[in-house]
């Protein structure tokens, strides 16, 4: 079973800096476009930023665009969000995802949410002074 898991969220101050990480078990995250994604309590969760199996191919959602980047580390078998300039509207809970099976040959997606199949249980960042 793939497992995905989160880590690196915290508590952290406004213009400040994280780096979340995205690890896989049992598995190697090569050959899938990751997503990552956050939702807030009573909001939908909402795409964040997505990495094309190559990494050759990146998107981010208006509202981080400039401020965060994604990555990947093929040897560490690992994708990175790295976000800087926090904002307080940036907490919530992140999650990272892998495309479903059924995706995985075909072009690059962008990582929409119906195309992801697989998801971590979440690290929360919270933006406060």
């Known amino acids: 079973q793939l497992q995905l898991v989160e880590s690196g969220g915290g508590l952290v101050q406004p213009g400040g800096s994280l780096r979340l990480s995205c690890t896989a078990s049992g598995f190697t995250l090569d050959s899938y476009a990751i997503g990552w994604f956050r939702q807030v309590p009573g909001k939908e969760r909402e795409g964040v930023s997505c990495i094309s199996s190559s990494g050759g191919n990146t998107n981010y959602a208006d509202s981080v665009k400039g401020r965060f980047t994604i990555s990947r580390d093929k040897d560490k078998n690992t994708v990175y969000l790295q976000m800087n300039s926090l904002k307080p509207e940036d907490t919530a809970v992140y999650y990272c995802?892998?495309?479903?099976?059924?995706?995985?040959?075909?072009?690059?997606?962008?990582?929409?949410?119906?195309?992801?199949?697989?998801w971590g249980k979440g690290t929360l960042v919270t933006v406060s002074s």
């Open positions: 995802a892998a495309e479903a099976e059924r995706y995985r040959s075909s072009y690059y997606l962008g990582c929409p949410y119906y195309a992801m199949g697989y």
